[in-house]
């Protein structure tokens, strides 16, 4: 919330002047009240027909003038949520930008998604109507407040039982109305949740002959919802009249006492009508600060939603002084390193130290949870060690600049992410002056060429946003053509190749190991055939490694490479494997 | 990299006081759409006509209240000239006056109640026929339409009815109601000040006009910068590794301010225009009401008008100028109003299943199920230009275990879902037992079936609801007994809660590979004659893939089966083995005589497993 708050600063100006704009504009709106009652008792009942022109000349001025001042004051305000969300949109982009893994993590995409679109947009809402009703109506309630006082001192008790009265009925509103709104949200959630169920799993609820089943249970929801629903419309349908309700009865209140006092000669009887209005004013203004009590706190959630992001302080940033990596080879060392997320007392990866030689594919293998993908992360820097140091070419990753570094890995990960565009252009991603022969290369070894040559565009065929009209073996092909373009020292094969079939697989790799020969290349994998001819195969299991070593050795050595291998391989392959 | 495409579907209903200026999507057919809605208001016609009637009657008692104050202003004015005021007539008419603040209060509340328990029972109503028709349409419907699309006609298209007969019908009402009495009321007091004050109506016309035809614009482009903006975050943050892997922050943030500062551009001046609105619909309403005071003066001067007539007037005038704004809004809301309802019931009515309601010709009790499929010439595609099953013929003999394998595309999983009648074949026919699947009902046909997607579908129930899902009336012994058979008990004893741990709504709580665990678990209790494997274990690490298999194995026995698989190791054992490749039979046989033929399969199983 505070940090939002800064972002206000700048426009204390703007904000300061939308005050002044705002209290010309109450004033003038109070003012005129006053002119009416003159024109009934100096104007009508004295028959002065100059003066009663004189004063509607006088209101139609100020009418202009609160006109005025009400568009100064809008524009302004809304110049000013337009800016400060512009800014925290930024901030929280260029944050986020800057995030880790492990931060993004902690929040979820979604999450940051939602806070960088909806919060904001909420944010910006909420200051429209804030800096046009939360100045606006105080400033109208006092102005009205004092010039109903200043009319008659004596009348001033009627407005305050109404406003007692309508204390009571906001007050019951708060009490009774309020939390069912809550619970309404949630009706409505479960409805929706029990529809996506029943969308995503059709097949499944068909299959199983439960559709009288599912719809009952979309029933009970649906019962729900329109009950709640049915309360909440008819406690709205009761609020409004009674508001109604009151603001008539003060006025009927007003002519009564007021008649007296008009009698006895301590009220004119235009000021008695401008009081009526005086007191309807009070009585608004009063609505709209409750009525503003109640946006307030959605807006707190947002912008503490979103202060939560900007306070994040990003734990990897680049060295003050950074080394540079010259004539890098694409060396890989780790030297005993131990990871675990923060807060976290179990270790994710337990002292793993080996090298992986330029030239030589360095291959990963374990189940689920073993810790595969943490391990190559760490070389990229999208996770730093707890323990221990990742070198690469002999530096300390966290003591070359994260650009450098980056540039030197060519990484492919295991969902084949796109982005919205051209082919081309996801292809040049990483080397922004890549020529279509260099593409054409690198399509070519990523077994890429064929289904690329099938589109109508060829490479300049559009992906759409998420890559939803690409195919997951497309995607991740593309994706490690895209590593290809590059042409850097050391590749990173994050489980790449489990969409595609296996002869693809396997010319995949035979087209790697010729065309990128001198490079480092390390590769995570669940099949054993995308790995048994690697130079190393690094075996995990639950953080530890348990093995180091060719197919081969590992067959003969290692207990739970033999597992894997028994689960994936026949007999036969397994026997050719061994000794 | 070329400009992200601007992205239509998100951010594109952007809530807010902005919103309702915007001129809605329109129904395609509006008047058929709205006589649509009346009928389904028809069974509500006595209450509706009440709930008019209260509206019309709280108006009008609304309406006539400021002339009777104006009465009793003009009480007191005449006390003034005549010294004292005259008390018994004031707090007459202060009393009629009360009365009628009631009467309208009454009626308005009632109206307000009534209307509140008939549009939610046709809000019921819409969402109950929705949910009832999910379940007769065929699956073809579902694979033209994304999830999202199903779920918006659900959510916000039934919101926006919900909305709109709830507020908008007695505000339309109302408000027309309103702009009537009002200007009777004006009559009756005097013509030429009325005529005055309905110039405003016109001038109000322009200057809305006006107004909205500039922001419109910036409208327009703050939709289209906020979808660039969130299409743009969106994708950037789903990308979060790419973009640090390929060192492309810089480049991603330079795209997000150029979208970010237009969209404040345009964000300020769509709300700045928009808000010259009420400050000039109020200028224009004070101007009248000066000019009310002007003439209502001069005309009061001239003994023509009462001072209490003045007051009335003025009021009149101040709550003219709502009723047209409302009208206008409602007019917008109904238009959007239509096109939801018009989406609504193009889902009510739509083409539903063949013979959904039809007398089955036959009804086989599951005991009875021997277990024989066999597929003669059938052909079938999705679309009806793109064949996807050409000519195929095959029959599974009972308790025969029949592998299905090919490249993907090749209709593997289809021939399954025909197979239990997902979708109606474009020639040839299947049969059970002998029995053409068409003559049975697809109840009786589906209960023959025991299925494990590569899908892990559960609901957000308990584990013991999930694994009862397809036999309510299991015992806790036969649910446990299934989840030993599955090898997933020891798993669910490991939770705190046991068989009662709830699955979350996303599910995170249980790996995928329990949750397949469970889904087999799930069809073993079902007790099917004939099972259905699609690719079981293929998002599992390999050693729960190994657990897996024998849970299938288990559930396998005995009973007729088909699998589909990517990997072949896991198929090798099938007594038959079909190798589909675009729609047709390419090859068949067991393991050993698929290998020894050379042929497709050997390729496809060689690849797998050859040395580099």
Redo the contacts between chains.
């Keep these: 919330m505070k940090t939002v708050l800064k972002y206000y600063k700048p426009y204390i100006p703007f904000v300061g002047l939308i005050i002044v704009f705002l209290f010309c504009q109450a004033m003038c709106e109070l003012l005129l009240p006053g002119y009416m009652a003159k024109i009934i008792d100096l104007g009508i009942i004295k028959g002065d027909m100059g003066y009663i022109r004189k004063t509607g000349l006088i209101m139609l001025v100020i009418a202009a003038a609160s006109a005025a001042s009400a568009i100064c004051a809008n524009g302004l305000g809304a110049r000013t949520a337009a800016g400060v969300s512009r800014k925290l949109r930024k901030s929280l982009f260029s944050k986020v930008t800057a995030f880790s893994t492990e931060e993004l993590g902690t929040f979820s995409t979604a999450s940051l998604i939602t806070r960088s679109t909806n919060d904001v947009q909420m944010i910006q809402q909420a200051t429209v109507m804030l800096l046009r009703m939360a100045i606006f109506a105080p400033i109208m309630g006092v102005g009205a407040v004092f010039m109903a006082v200043k009319t008659s001192l004596a009348l001033s008790w009627t407005v305050g039982v109404a406003l007692i009265c309508v204390l009571v009925i906001i007050g019951i509103c708060f009490v009774a109305i309020l939390p069912k709104f809550k619970v309404m949200q949630e009706k409505l959630d479960r409805v929706n949740l029990i529809m996506k169920e029943r969308l995503e799993g059709t097949l499944v609820v068909r299959a199983f002959n439960t559709e009288k089943k599912e719809e009952d249970r979309f029933d009970v929801a649906n019962l729900d919802v329109t009950g709640i629903n049915r309360f909440v419309n008819k406690a709205m349908s009761l609020m409004m009249p009674s508001l109604t309700f009151v603001m008539s009865g003060v006025g009927i209140l007003i002519v009564w006492v007021g008649a007296h006092m008009v009698e006895a000669q301590n009220l004119l009887i235009g000021d008695m009508l401008a009081y009526l209005q005086y007191a309807m004013h009070v009585i608004m203004s009063f609505l709209f600060v409750t009525m503003i009590f109640m946006m307030i706190p959605r807006a707190a959630v947002s912008a503490g939603r979103i202060g939560k992001v900007l306070d994040v302080v990003p734990t990897i940033i680049d060295p003050e002084t950074p080394e540079v990596i010259e004539n890098g080879q694409g060396k890989v060392e780790f030297r005993n390193v131990t990871f675990r997320y923060p807060d976290a007392d179990s270790r994710v990866l337990a002292e793993i130290s080996f090298v992986a030689e330029p030239g030589k594919t360095t291959a990963i293998i374990g189940g689920t949870g073993s810790g595969k993908s943490t391990l190559i992360n760490l070389i990229p820097r999208f996770y730093d060690v707890t323990e221990g140091q990742v070198l690469i070419d002999g530096h300390d990753v966290r003591n070359v600049a994260m650009s450098q570094l980056r540039d030197e890995i060519g990484y492919v990960p295991q969902k084949g992410l796109l982005f919205s565009g051209t082919i081309a252009d996801n292809l040049r991603y990483g080397k922004g002056d890549a020529t279509d022969e260099e593409l054409m290369e690198a399509l070519d070894i990523a077994q890429a060429t064929e289904f690329i040559k099938e589109k109508p565009n060829g490479i300049d065929e559009m992906v759409a946003q998420g890559g939803t009209n690409v195919s997951g073996g497309q995607k991740q092909r593309l994706s490690i053509a895209r590593a290809l373009v590059k042409r850097p020292k050391l590749y990173i094969f994050d489980d790449s190749f489990s969409a595609l079939d296996f002869k693809t697989d396997k010319a995949l790799r035979q087209a790697l190991a010729e065309k990128v020969a001198g490079s480092t290349i390390i590769i995570v994998a669940q099949r054993i055939n995308t790995i048994m001819d690697a130079d190393q195969i690094l075996v995990l299991d639950d953080g530890h490694l348990v093995g180091k070593g060719t197919h081969r050795e590992l067959l003969n050595t290692c207990e739970v490479y033999q597992e894997i291998a028994l689960s994936q391989l026949s007999e036969e392959e397994l026997e050719r494997g061994r000794d | 990299?070329?400009?992200?495409?601007p992205?239509k579907k998100k951010?594109a209903r952007?809530?807010?006081?902005a919103g309702k200026m915007m001129p809605g999507e329109k129904a395609d057919d509006f008047k058929g759409t709205l006589l649509k809605l009346v009928k389904y208001m028809a069974p509500y016609k006595f209450r509706l006509i009440v709930v008019f009637t209260f509206a019309i009657l709280?108006t009008v008692f609304?309406i006539i209240?400021p002339t009777v104050?104006g009465a009793?202003?003009d009480?007191?004015?005449k006390?003034?000239m005549v010294g004292?005021?005259d008390?018994s007539a004031?707090?007459y008419i202060?009393m009629i006056?009360?009365a009628m603040?009631?009467a309208?209060?009454f009626f308005?509340?009632v109206?307000?109640?009534i209307?509140?328990?008939v549009?939610?029972?046709i809000?019921?109503k819409f969402?109950?026929q929705m949910?009832?028709k999910?379940?007769r349409l065929p699956?073809k419907y579902?694979d033209g339409m994304t999830?999202g699309e199903?779920?918006s006609r659900?959510?916000n298209d039934i919101e926006t009815v919900?909305q709109s007969l709830?507020v908008s019908i007695t505000q339309m009402i109302t408000s027309f109601a309103t702009l009537i009495g009002i200007i009777v009321m004006m009559l009756r007091i005097s013509l030429i000040m009325t005529l005055m004050a309905l110039m405003i109506v016109p001038l109000s016309m322009i200057v809305i006009k006006v107004v909205v035809g500039r922001s419109q614009k910036y409208f327009k482009n703050q939709q289209k910068y906020?979808g660039n903006?969130?299409?743009h975050?969106?994708?950037?943050?789903?990308?979060?590794?790419?973009?640090?892997?390929?060192?492309?922050?810089e480049e991603?943030?330079k795209v997000?301010?150029e979208y970010?500062?237009k969209?404040?551009?345009s964000?300020?001046?769509s709300?700045?225009f928009s808000?010259?609105m009420?400050?000039?619909t109020?200028?224009i309403g004070?101007?009248s009401?000066?000019?009310v005071?002007?003439l209502?003066?001069?005309l009061?001067?001239k003994g023509r008008i009462s001072?209490g007539n003045?007051?009335a007037f003025?009021q009149y005038v101040r709550s003219f100028n709502h009723p047209i704004q409302q009208v206008a809004n409602v007019a917008n809301q109904l238009q959007s109003t239509a096109a939801a309802a018009e989406r609504i019931f193009s889902l009510i009515e739509e083409e539903e299943e063949v013979d959904i309601d039809a007398e089955p010709k036959v009804k086989v009790a599951l005991e009875d199920v021997k277990g024989e499929v066999s597929f003669e010439h059938v052909s079938f595609g999705y679309k009806d230009d793109e064949p996807v099953i050409n000519d195929f013929s095959f029959t599974a003999r009972p308790g025969q275990t029949v592998a299905i394998v090919g490249?993907?595309g090749a209709g593997k999983t289809t021939l399954v879902?025909l197979m239990?009648r997902?979708y109606e074949l474009n020639g040839g026919k299947i049969s059970v037992d002998g029995n053409d699947i068409t003559d049975l009902s697809?109840?009786n046909l589906?209960?023959m079936?025991g299925?494990v997607?590569q899908?892990t579908?559960l609901?957000?129930s308990s584990i013991r609801e999930n694994i009862r899902?397809?036999r309510?009336d299991a015992s806790d012994e036969e649910v446990e007994a299934a989840a030993k058979a599955a090898y997933v008990d020891h798993f669910i004893r490991t939770q705190s809660q046991g068989y009662d741990t709830l699955i979350n709504?996303e599910g995170t709580n249980i790996?995928?590979?329990q949750k397949q665990l469970l889904t087999i678990a799930?069809a073993i209790l079902?007790e099917a004659p004939i099972m259905i494997l699609d690719e079981a274990t293929s998002s599992?690490?390999?050693?729960?893939?190994?657990m897996i298999?024998q849970a299938m194995d288990n559930m396998t026995a005995g009973r007729t089966t088909f699998v589909i698989a990517?990997?072949l190791?896991t198929i090798?054992n099938a007594d038959h083995i079909l190798v589909l490749n675009h729609g047709d039979i390419v090859e068949q046989g067991s393991h050993e005589e698929l290998l020894e033929k050379d042929g497709f399969y050997a390729q496809?199983y060689n690849?797998?497993?050859?040395?580099?």
Excluded at chain 2, 14 to 17: K, S
């Design positions: 990299m070329a400009a992200p495409m992205n951010g952007v809530a807010g006081p709280s609304s209240s104050l009793a202003t009480v007191v004015v006390g003034l004292h005021v008390y004031l707090l202060l006056l009360l603040y009631v309208s209060f308005g509340t109206q307000g109640w209307m509140a328990d549009s939610q029972s809000v019921y969402r109950d949910s009832k999910m379940d699956l579902f999830h199903i779920q659900m959510i919900n709830s906020l903006v969130n299409g975050v969106e994708e950037m943050y789903t990308g979060h590794i790419i973009i640090k892997a390929f060192n492309r922050e991603s943030e997000f301010n970010n500062d969209l404040c551009e964000a300020w001046k709300q700045f808000s010259f009420m400050p000039i109020a200028l004070n101007a009401y000066v000019c005071c002007l209502g003066g001069y009061a001067i001072i003045i007051q003025i490249p993907t879902k239990m997902f697809r109840t589906r209960e079936f299925m997607l899908d579908w609901t957000s899902y397809g309510p709504e790996s995928q590979g799930r079902s599992v690490d390999t050693r729960t893939e190994a298999q990517h990997r190791s090798k496809l690849s797998q497993f050859a040395d580099m």
